[in-house]
């Protein structure tokens, strides 16, 4: 009979060579650099958003992109957050796609806020929506 047995990977001589040591050092460096960076944006975001003009959420989501891309821990906490309200993170993660759908999330974004904030008879986009479409069509 013949048993299976796991057996643990041995680094080859190669692995341990001091260049290899160096480069996995710096590479560890870039990695902390790119997440203090990307928090550094985003708290620069934040503190833009109060502003007058949307100038704050691009900025939050270039330092996102940057902090989620060099962090695990960042990523483990962002998709908890997906788990737990989808609904809040997936216009950001459409932002947050190699080619971001930044005019359909703008205008999903103005429809959620008018449909919150707006009686039904005072809502606007909808109808603005409609009448050009209307328009283009002809």
Known sequence: MSEAVAVP??????????????????????????ALLGGAIVGLGIL????????????????LMIL???????????VKLQRRHPRIVFPLRRLLRREPEVM?????????FERMVLPRSWRFARRVRLSIRGRSKA
């Open 9 to 34: 990977a041995i680094k080859s001589d190669q692995d341990a060579h001091p260049e290899n040591v160096g480069a996995e050092v710096v590479s560890r460096l870039a990695r902390w650099g790119m």
């Open 48 to 63: 833009m958003a109060p502003l007058p003009g949307p100038f704050g959420v691009p900025v939050m989501v270039v330092g």
């Open 68 to 78: 989620l891309r060099s962090s695990f821990s960042a990523k483990r906490a962002f």
């Open 104 to 112: 359909p999330v703008a205008w999903q974004q103005v429809l959620r």
